[in-house]
């Protein structure tokens, strides 16, 4: 029986001790974080990548300026407009267009809520928050960063609809891959927004006027029955964001230029465009974000600070 019993107490001891070396043997977390992010830096050839020391207990990302930018260091009680890229070390997830991941919020408000179960510009990492305001620091500056999971959606992840769906779920655990670009000035960046979308789809014949709103008239219209001011029209238009997703097709019908920027009244580059135009007319606009829906955006399909497409088709006019 004694036997038995020492037996019983060495197996025991035995399972313990294998059990405590297995678990010492495994990785912490944030040597499980660095282990994928130099395994991708490798894997992926990637130079000029400086990990984050700065804190005592260092955050474990890595980073790479790309421009440092200027002027007063950012605060989390700034309000910025940024736009972003981003992408999972596992390839599974990509978010790769800077259209719609395009945001306008207060810093210390990018972090995500607990609320919040969707990986968009509502729900942001709280590292991306962080190397904006310790690693980045200025307006204009633009950095790649990769994120290790315990600063971005930890254990896990994030779930979009079925597993299976491509593109939507990002797995526990995973280190993200961000490019982030902090605007300096909205007009300008519109302006390059707007040049780049009219040289990468070969558009011509547009002029330029001195609010920065890029038009073309592309059929002159009647003469006759012109909007001015204090005329209703109605009209065929089609809008799309410069990421070329259309947003609407339809007729305007009964629209004013006297009730606030609403349902029946265009917006401000629009007035600006078509004021002057006839039964008959059509014009192609590319409008600024500040003549458009600005900082605040539009219900979930249009994002802050974004220009906008327009076509239009005027057909008819009581003045």
Known sequence: MKQRIFTLLLLAVTGFTACKKSQEADPDI????????????????????????????????????????????????????????LKTLDGKYTSSDTITNHIYRYLGQLAPSATVAAASSANLPIGLQQAIKNILKYRDGSMRLL?????????????????????????????????????????VYDDL????????????????????????????????????????????????LLNNVQLEVGT???????????????????????????????VSMIIPSRLAYGISGSSTTIPSNAPLYFDFQIVTVTN
């Open 193 to 240: 927004v707007i040049r780049n979308y009219i040289t990468a789809n070969n558009l011509t014949g547009y002029s330029k006027t001195a609010s920065g709103i890029y038009y073309k008239n592309v059929v002159a219209g009647d003469n006759v029955a012109i909007i001015g001011s204090n005329s209703t029209y109605s009209a065929n238009y089609t809008l799309k």
């Open 147 to 187: 994120i290790p999971s315990r600063l971005a959606y930890g254990t896990k992840g994030i779930q979009n609809g079925s597993i299976t769906n491509v593109n939507t779920n990002i797995a526990g655990n995973q280190s993200l891959e961000y490019y982030v670009h902090v605007i300096n000035d909205q007009q």
């Open 30 to 85: 944030k040597q499980y974080d660095d282990q994928q992010i130099q395994g991708y830096i490798a894997a992926n050839g990637l130079t000029g990548f400086v990990k984050d020391t700065v804190a005592a207990d260092s955050s474990g990302m890595y980073y790479k300026i790309i421009n440092k930018g200027t002027g007063v260091p950012l605060e989390y009680s700034d309000r910025v407009s940024l736009v972003f890229t």
């Open 252 to 282: 305007s019908a009964n629209t004013s230029f006297t009730n606030g920027v609403s349902a029946t009244e265009p917006v401000a580059g629009v007035k600006e465009i078509l004021l002057g135009k006839s039964v008959g007319s059509a």
